[in-house]
């Protein structure tokens, strides 16, 4: 069981990896909108474009259900950037359950393969309650999805802005 809970304001962020351990990164100006995205020199623009009864919307909030910190970060990042405006971020199915009993979710992202356990529990959840997602995988394998999710979009990982974008607009 992975033991790291991260939680992200508009100017810090927080690791803690271990009983007793926190971690704080302040970001100088809040997530800047205008930072690169990986390989460019420039500054990156993403436009925001709320849709007729569609999901990308000025308060969208996206759980994501990721256990590699390194994958979270940068799909937080990546959907921040694309317009949401919250993403709340759990690294195992209880915490995620807990998450959709305690607040209004309108889309999610489930890695399928969380160590010792799969989002299958959070999936399902989610299909009762009428709540889009997708999963993501760093495996190949299409069996991993389960036949009662095959219409399910999977994102490769690592994650992508083309990825992330396109469930956003599905």
């Known amino acids: 069981m992975d033991d790291r809970q991260w939680a992200d304001t508009a100017d810090a962020l927080a690791l803690q990896d271990t009983p007793g351990l926190l971690f704080t990164v302040p970001f100088a100006a809040g997530p800047a909108a205008e ?3 990986r390989g460019e020199t420039g500054t990156a ?3 925001r474009e709320p849709r007729d009864g569609g999901l990308l919307k ?3 909030v996206v759980l994501l259900v990721e256990d590699n910190i390194i994958f979270s970060l940068d799909a937080e990042d ?3 950037r694309l317009g949401v405006a919250a993403v709340v971020t759990r690294n195992e199915v209880r915490a995620a359950l807990d998450v959709l009993d305690s607040q209004p979710i309108d889309l999610a992202v489930l890695d399928i393969n969380l160590g010792a356990e799969t989002s299958l529990p959070v999936a399902e959840r989610l299909r ?3 709540i ?3 999963f993501a995988s760093d495996h190949d394998d299409p069996a991993i999805v ?3 999710f095959g219409d ?3 994102l490769a990982k690592p994650y992508t802005m083309e990825g992330l974008g396109g469930i956003l607009i599905r």
Request: glycine share 4%; hydrophobic share 50%; net charge neutral.
């Open 128 to 130: 009762a309650a009428g």
């Open 58 to 60: 000025s308060d969208a």
């Open 35 to 37: 930072t690169p995205f």
């Open 78 to 80: 990546m959907l921040r």
């Open 152 to 154: 399910v979009p999977v």
């Open 146 to 148: 389960p036949p009662q």
């Open 132 to 134: 889009p997602f997708a």
């Open 45 to 47: 623009a993403v436009t």
